[in-house]
């Protein structure tokens, strides 16, 4: 059982069937941008729904925490499949996924990640989400105090509560990912 915006939802649910009608046919388009096949990526969608359900221990804020969610799993399976694929015909992995629509498949993840993670920062304090947008940018501890003219220990206090709720809100493996992904684009 699922839990999301703190409601349980069962698989069977009318709820989880609006939720997939929703979701589903942006999972298939995104597998199929990196595939270029649209059953197998049928098949990665349908599978990233399962992996969902079977991680049982993971609490979606909202309907975007879970839109991240899905979409990293369908990027990896996608490449552990390519990867797969690779290994038995013996091909490059460049042949398999080109460099354009590689390039093109990061930008759409980017900015639906960039957006989740945006609004996810305007929700904290204003404090909070000043000492998070400096650290993005590459800022020490020490230069975010300098620049907000508060103490060191504030700044790690207010930082540890600020990614705490970013985890809460977004679901710990992905503001890891977006803390080591997008550090230079902020």
Known sequence: MMKLAGNQIEYNSTAFKDIFIRLFPTMCMLASRILNDGEKAKDIAQEAFVKLWQNDAEEFTDENAMRAYLYVLVKNACISLIRKEKKTSNTPLNDELPAAEKVVLDEILR????????????????????????????????????ELGVTLNTVKTVKKRAYKALRDKLGSQFVSILLTSFIKFF
Do not use: F, W
């Open 111 to 146: 900015e639906e990640t960039y957006q989740l993670l945006r609004s996810a920062i305007e929700e904290l304090s204003p404090q909070a989400s000043q000492v998070v947008n400096l650290a993005l940018k590459g800022y020490s501890n020490l230069d975010i105090a300098d």
